[in-house]
């Protein structure tokens, strides 16, 4: 299994643009949770989605929004971007909604706004 | 809202001396605190979380509700310990996947 899997892994955007990034999860992982991480600092939870629905939001703008679809991988939408969202986007599967306590992490995919 | 707090940004240390990486928290209900580790090109992972109780590459955490704190031990730290090492809480009653990450302390072991 190639673990948790994020695409792009790199992208460049202007101010104003929009942004899909992609992850597909562990196989059998039924969770997908989204993070963003500023530089210098930790990860910065957005999103959760179990079986399909939000499980949790963090405190971000109406302009985040995400999704999950039936075979479990997630899109992450961005609009509006500013440079402020600038940053290495994450995403972390788990078993179930993470009883086991762990979560799998892919590499990120990082987002630079010009 | 809860907070973690890592006030080490970076901790350099000689092999074989003991490290200790340090967390604090801040939230008034029962939180469960984990430690996550990641090595040079590699993905953020689990170390260890404090409910298993157990010692992870020599590592160990205890959880100190008195003083809001889950400090990361090793009494001898290894060259290949170094790495960055988040520390994390769940909230009791939420879902695992919503993790508060510290900022984080990049750990260097020197030979």
Avoid at chain 1, 26 to 43: A, N
Avoid at chain 2, 31 to 41: D, G, I, T
Wanted: charged fraction near 20%; charge should be positive.
């Amino acid at each position: 299994d190639a673990g948790v899997t994020q695409s792009p892994t790199h992208l460049i955007k202007t101010r104003g643009q929009q942004v899909t990034l992609r992850c597909s999860p562990i196989s059998g992982h039924k969770s997908v949770s989204w993070y963003q991480q500023v530089l210098g600092q930790g990860p910065q939870f957005i999103f959760q989605y179990y079986e399909k629905e939000e499980r949790g939001r963090g405190n971000f703008p109406d302009r985040f929004s995400a999704r999950q679809f039936p075979n479990y991988s997630s899109e992450l939408n961005v609009n509006a971007l500013l440079l402020g969202d600038s940053a290495l986007y994450l995403c972390a599967s788990s078993e179930g909604q993470g009883e086991t306590g762990e979560l799998f992490f892919g590499e990120g995919s990082r987002l630079t706004v010009l | 809202a809860q907070r973690v707090t890592q006030p080490e940004k970076l901790l350099s240390v000689f092999k074989g001396a003991p490290v200790e990486l340090k967390c604090n928290y801040s939230y008034s209900g029962s939180p469960e605190l984990f430690w996550y580790v990641q090595y040079s090109r590699q993905r953020l992972q689990l170390l260890l979380r404090h409910i298993s109780r157990e010692s992870i590459k020599g590592f160990t955490a205890d959880l100190n509700k008195g003083e809001t704190s889950f400090h990361l031990k090793k009494p001898f730290a290894q060259e290949e310990d170094s790495a960055m090492y988040y520390c994390a809480l769940k909230k009791g009653g939420t879902s695992y996947g919503k993790l508060t990450f510290g900022q984080g302390t990049i750990l260097t072991v020197h030979p």
